[in-house]
Antibody, heavy 124, light 113 residues
């Protein structure tokens, strides 16, 4: 059974940093692109970042470029999101998601499994 | 960026009746090389993460009931629930994965009339 379990969320002051983790199980983690998606309170979904299977490629939404870094440790079956210079508008539930493997090698496919999310609140 | 616009924002349907949700993209998400539409639909129930329902605009994910169907091509897409059940109460999102940044529609809340 595919499982994705996020952790690391919490309350942080504006300008602060936080590192989110996602532990994966039930599939060959190193074979999949992985993604972070966030959802502000009462709002819709926003894709944040993707990372390639070997970590050699990263893609970000414009609003987090230069502040957030996605990374992974395939030996630990873990995905990370380092968030720096946090702003109030980064307040959200952050979901880790697996990118569906269409066999094409690209991340232009849907997100087929999602974790339960971890809540990040940026406030003074 | 491709903007995804869903309509309506919410709808209430009687149990057993049809629910129809529309999604429009600001540019085509049809990839000419493989004739696939890079469009997915997700269901999110309260307090839960999103769940993939439909991808490539019309392919139902394994385990998804056949009362859910997707249609459309290019820039205009539809998610149809043919006979609404109580467990279908949720917010539904469309998403394009044609180009980065990946973008979602604003969501459509489906309730019971």
């Amino acid at each position: 059974e595919v499982q994705l379990v996020e952790s690391g969320g919490g309350l942080v002051q504006p300008g602060g940093s936080l590192r989110l983790s996602c532990e994966a199980s039930g599939f060959t983690f190193s074979s999949y692109w992985m993604s972070w998606v966030r959802q502000a309170p009462g709002k819709g979904l926003e894709w944040v970042a993707n990372i390639k299977q070997d970590g050699s490629e990263e893609y970000y939404v414009g609003s987090v470029k230069g502040r957030f870094t996605i990374s992974r440790d395939n030996a630990r079956n873990s995905l990370y999101l380092q968030m720096n210079s946090l702003r109030a508008e980064d307040t959200a539930v952050y979901y880790c998601a697996r990118v569906y493997d269409s066999g094409s090698g690209s991340f232009y496919t849907p997100l087929d499994y999602w974790g339960q999310g971890t809540r990040v609140t940026v406030s003074s | 960026d491709i903007v995804m616009t869903q309509s309506p924002d919410s709808l209430a349907v009687s149990l057993g009746e049809r629910a129809t949700i529309n999604c429009k993209s600001s540019q085509s998400v049809l990839y000419s090389a493989n004739y696939r539409n890079y469009l997915a639909w997700y269901q999110q129930k309260p307090g839960q993460p999103p769940k993939l329902l439909i991808y490539w605009a019309l392919t139902r994910e394994s385990g998804v009931p056949d009362r859910f169907s997707g249609s459309g091509s290019g820039t205009d897409f539809t998610l149809t629930i043919s006979s609404l059940e109580a467990e279908d109460v949720a917010v539904y999102y469309c998403q394009q994965y044609y180009s980065s940044p990946l973008t979602f529609g604003g969501g459509t809340k489906v309730g019971i009339k």
